[in-house]
């Protein structure tokens, strides 16, 4: 019994026959279906007077032809030049499989609206219009491209924020290349000179404070003992004991650089630069005894 009720129940549904199916897909195989590309190629960056190509591709994927297919640009006059094409084409009839090309060659020119302009020019997709089926010719389909320039072109206007139309950078990119190896190069010389002028520095300092004509100043032993032999000191040389405060330590200054407490005490306790042939001993006597060095 309910084997019987439920069979009944099924029966009375409604179906489609297959006849109703086969009818559904004719109508949809009588139907002309285009897919629209628009491409931008151009060499980057871009400059003023370069000539900029955009191909624009139809592509029937139905199975009945395609008729009167017109395809429109959507541009405003006066930020460029078209070199060669025209903004708009006409196909009469596309069969089904096939496709078709046109090809535009757009020139940019600079004006104060020329970068705005050429984003929305390169952007802007462009549209087709054309009957789907010959037997209901109002019946117009409008069809919008695909744009292959937004993703690159968007990338620039991501790093860039705008899209700068100017003459060629190379000039400027070796330019700044120069300014930097220059830099990178002189900056280890920088540094040599540097430390040249500061030794420089120091031996007119010897020579402004001693008041000599040669910055050379001999080391000798002539302190080894209290009773050391006259030192004879030759023109343009001359000799100077330093001693520290507390252990009276004789310090000989040489080629080094002299550091502060060493010109604290040069400052404080050095003679005037004696004649040649004074006793070297005789100098600073007054104060100090000085004491055997080992050396």
Do not use: C
């Amino acid at each position: 019994m309910k084997a019987l009720i439920f069979v009944i129940l099924l029966a009375s549904l409604p179906s489609r026959t297959w006849a109703d199916i086969d009818k559904d897909e004719k109508e949809i195989e009588k139907r002309a279906v285009l897919l629209f590309s628009k491409e931008t190629t151009w060499n980057y960056p871009l400059t003023f007077g370069q000539e900029i190509p955009i191909h624009y591709k139809i592509y029937n994927t139905g199975n009945i032809e395609a008729r009167g297919v017109h395809l429109e640009e959507q541009w405003e006059s006066g930020f460029g030049e078209i070199r060669s094409g025209s903004l708009s084409a006409f196909f009469p009839v596309i069969a089904p499989g096939e496709n078709v090309t046109h090809t535009l060659v757009f020139v940019p020119k600079p004006n104060d609206t020329l970068k705005e302009e050429t984003i929305k020019f390169f952007r802007n997709t462009s549209f087709i219009e054309y009957v789907s089926d010959p037997e209901k010719p109002e019946d117009i389909h409008r069809v919008w491209s695909s744009n292959h320039a937004s993703r690159s072109l968007g990338t620039q206007m991501l790093s860039e924020r705008q899209l700068e139309l100017s003459p060629t950078r190379k000039t400027q990119t070796w330019v700044l290349f120069t300014l930097w190896v220059t830099v990178l190069s002189a900056f280890p010389f920088y540094l040599f000179w540097k430390n040249q002028k500061r030794s420089l520095t120091v031996q007119e300092w010897y020579k402004k404070e001693l008041g000599l004509h040669d910055h050379r100043i001999v080391r000798h032993r002539a302190f080894e003992t209290t009773t050391a032999a006259v030192v004879q000191l030759p023109r343009f040389e001359t000799h100077r004991e330093l001693f520290h405060d507390d252990d009276r330590i004789p310090y000989q200054l040489g080629y080094e650089h002299p550091n502060p407490w060493v010109e604290k005490i040069f400052n404080k306790y050095a003679a005037k630069v004696p004649e040649p042939g004074t006793n070297a001993l005789d100098i600073g006597r007054h104060k100090y005894t000085p004491k055997a060095r080992p050396y």
